[in-house]
């Protein structure tokens, strides 16, 4: 067996070079302190080259893309807010109503009182009957329409989740999974 020429032998017991390959050659032209100036010229010529044509380019449509997000999610939020607050008042005008019920069912009680005579406690009861009744009656359509108007708030909360989860990359999703995520856990 032919032992290999001198200076590829001591490049083999280094450990960087290849056997066969003369003495000269480097095995990582990046180390070749020959080259090493031109490489980084090169570098630099190539990362301003890519800075340019993304900052020009990409980055724009990106910033562009995030703001209208931004923006759509304001409109958004606004919007809920908005209806929150036309909820928030109707709801205060239905307990104003129930209070105004109320008072006017007590009202209307007393003056009954002070104008009837002990004789006619029968109807007196048939008049606080009425009365019971029209106040269970104005409670209920201030339950219904409550419930009405606080159920139209979470489906357009649900509306509104489901188009941001859509809009930021999430996929479809069904308003079912939206009400299952909105209600809190279990313990909270």
């Known amino acids: 067996m032919a032992s290999p020429p001198p200076n590829t032998a001591k490049q083999l ?4 070079a290849v056997a066969g390959v003369p003495a000269s050659k480097s095995a990582f032209p990046p180390f070749n302190p020959e080259t090493f100036a031109s490489q980084l010229i090169w570098f630099a010529i190539a990362f301003g080259a890519l800075y340019v044509i993304l ?11 995030i703001d209208e997000r931004r923006d759509r999610i304001r409109r958004d939020l606004g919007a809920a807010e908005r209806l929150k607050g036309e ?4 709801l205060a005008g239905y307990q104003q109503a129930l ?9 209307i009680i007393k003056e009954t009182q ?12 048939r008049i606080e009957a009425q009365v019971t009744v029209k106040l ?12 009405r108007a606080l159920s139209q708030v979470n489906d357009i ?3 509104t989740a489901a188009a941001i989860v859509a809009r930021l990359g999430g996929g479809d999703v069904g308003a079912d999974e939206v009400r299952r995520a909105l209600q809190p856990a279990p313990g909270e």
């Open 157 to 159: 909360a649900v509306e």
């Open 114 to 125: 002070s104008s009837m005579s002990v004789g006619i406690d029968q109807e007196r009861a």
């Open 87 to 90: 909820t928030d008042k109707a």
């Open 55 to 65: 900052s020009r380019k990409a980055l724009p449509g990106v910033a562009e893309a």
């Open 99 to 107: 209070t105004d019920a109320k008072t006017n069912a007590g009202g």
């Open 13 to 16: 017991t280094a450990g960087t």
């Open 136 to 147: 269970a009656d104005a409670e209920t359509r201030i339950r219904t329409m409550k419930t």
